[in-house]
């Protein structure tokens, strides 16, 4: 039995495990955290004394890191002395959608959170909390706790065996508002059964978080409740999205609708925000979690309703390209088309399922040239998202060979994408984008040009006085 926690180690250093730990080393300065990771690279990046080469960018997470880094925080690649010396270890890896095999393209491949549970059982001495903080599809935390009492009956240590307690501890920060999330949550929620484990944990979050923001649940609810809380957020955003196109066809406009609805109390403001589609590396994976699970327990009503926020996302997505395309004279075959945003949303460097990719990419097989700009991505991320869904998109051949394809360049300068472009799209809602110059640079497009604003982040009376054609999400007026 643990009363009092002291060493922390939190498997996975990644968007959760890296943000999270790095504030509980902050709120806690006398427990020891560390952040490990198999990748030595993202070790290294964590570990660069330069703040700007994390390898995650969140705003007010270089100042954490700075006050705490190799005082209580430390990061590194080893896992199994981590381990061994943790009372907690927190499970934070990721769970993709399986990619083959049973369940392939909806189930979350628990492979990494396996081969973790594998590792405590085998490196954990004495007594060791189990959090699951990576998001699981109920009734993982049996697996995991199967693996660990295998460990403790084979233990050679006979008078002292190791012993085990698992919680679900799911994490709910948004990417680009991580640190406010963590330092001011809606809610914390831990699942379990034993209730020593359960006080331990709790008395780490009670040091910022008031009391009745802690929530007990059952070990399942609580895993299912993350499923959930996405599944309810998506659904929204497909609500939303659903509504934008049949504003833009009826000539009502989303934002006055989205403000007359959220200003009911019982459905409330917030995630109504009409836009490109949802991206991130969470909502889609959760929602097709769910679908699989319903499925599995043969609830296929509930399998299609889930779904059906999925297909309405692609949709909507490829909606997008196709009236950009259509706006353009029904081809872009050689026309310059500028995007403005790369992210899943705002404030983030992260891409993943961002709906950029789909759209840059539909562009691109339509022959498209596009500059891109980005203030937080990578020109070697999106390298290496544009390549793989070309190769996916043609069965494994290689983009060097595709000569009816577009290209695409990366802008590092905002200004410098605008020259001779027949288009520009406005992809994800950076601020810098509101306070474009369309004056100066509407001088250097190629006429008639287009502005395709998917975030509803521009002004249009600064870009129709410059005589230049204005598309808006949800904008049928
Ligand atoms: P990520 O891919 O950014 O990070 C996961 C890290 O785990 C990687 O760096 C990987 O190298 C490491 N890893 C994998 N197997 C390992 C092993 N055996 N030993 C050591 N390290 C290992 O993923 P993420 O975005 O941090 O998400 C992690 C989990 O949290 C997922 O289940 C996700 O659904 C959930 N989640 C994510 C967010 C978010 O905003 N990204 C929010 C809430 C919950
Ligand atoms: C989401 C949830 O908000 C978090 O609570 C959860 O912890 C996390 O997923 C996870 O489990 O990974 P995140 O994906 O980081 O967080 O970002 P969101 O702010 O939820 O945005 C998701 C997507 O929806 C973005 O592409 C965003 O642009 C889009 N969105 C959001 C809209 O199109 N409209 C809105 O009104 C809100």
Not at 440 to 452: D, E, G, L, N, Q
């Amino acid at each position: 039995m643990i009363s009092e926690i002291k060493n922390i180690c939190c498997i996975g250093a990644g968007y959760v495990g890296g943000p999270t730990m790095s504030v509980i080393a902050d709120k806690c300065p006398e427990i020891l955290v560390n952040v490990v990771d198999i990748n030595k690279d993202r070790i290294n990046a964590w570990n660069s004394s330069n703040l700007d080469n994390l390898p995650i960018y969140e705003p007010g997470l270089d100042k954490i890191v700075e006050r705490c880094r190799n005082k209580n925080l430390f990061f590194s690649s080893r896992i199994e002395e981590c381990i061994a010396i943790s009372d907690i270890v927190f499970i934070s890896v990721n769970t993709p959608t399986k990619k083959k095999g049973i369940g392939a393209g909806q189930a979350s491949d628990l492979k990494w959170v396996e081969v973790c549970a594998r590792q405590v059982a085998k490196e954990a001495l004495g007594h060791t909390i189990v959090v699951e903080k990576s998001t699981l599809p109920v009734k993982t935390a049996e697996v995991i706790k199967s693996i660990l009492e295998a460990a403790q009956s084979e233990s050679i240590n006979i008078e002292n065996p190791p012993s085990f307690e698992v919680l679900s501890n799911p994490e709910f920060l948004s990417e680009g508002s991580a640190i406010k999330d963590l330092e001011q949550p809606d809610r914390v929620l831990i699942g379990g059964e034993k209730k020593e484990a359960i006080e331990a944990l709790s008395n780490i979050y009670r040091r910022w978080v008031p009391e009745e923001k802690i929530l007990h649940t059952n070990i399942w609810s609580s895993e299912l409740a993350k499923l959930t809380a996405n599944a309810f957020l998506a659904q929204r955003i497909s609500s939303i999205n659903s509504i934008g196109a049949l504003c833009e066809a009826t000539g009502a406009d989303v934002r006055e609708v989205s403000r007359a609805i959220g200003t009911d109390t019982r459905i409330g403001s917030k995630f109504l925000d009409a836009g490109p589609g949802f991206g991130g590396s969470c909502f889609k994976k959760d929602i097709l979690n769910l679908v699989y699970l319903s499925k599995h327990f043969g609830l296929n009503e509930v399998s299609q309703f889930w779904e059906g926020v999925v297909s309405l996302n692609t949709w909507h997505q490829h909606r997008i390209s196709k009236l950009i395309i259509k706006n353009l004279f029904g081809t872009v075959t050689g026309k310059k088309i500028y995007i403005l945003g790369f992210s899943f949303k705002a404030n983030t460097n992260d891409t993943r399922e961002s709906a950029a990719i789909t759209i840059c990419k539909d562009l691109l097989e339509e022959g498209a040239t596009l500059s891109i700009h980005d203030p937080k991505v990578e020109i070697s991320q999106i390298k290496k998202d544009l390549e793989s869904h070309l190769k996916a998109s043609v069965k494994g051949e290689e983009i060097e060979n595709l000569s009816q394809e577009g290209k695409w360049f990366f802008c590092n300068n905002i200004y410098d994408g605008f020259k001779d472009s027949d288009a520009v799209v406005v992809l994800t809602e950076w601020e810098e984008y509101s306070k474009i110059n369309w004056n100066k640079v509407s001088k250097v497009m190629r006429k008639p040009a287009w502005v395709f604003d998917a975030r509803s982040i521009l002004c249009i009376k600064d870009i129709k006085k410059v005589n230049l054609n204005f598309w808006r999400i949800g904008d049928g007026s």
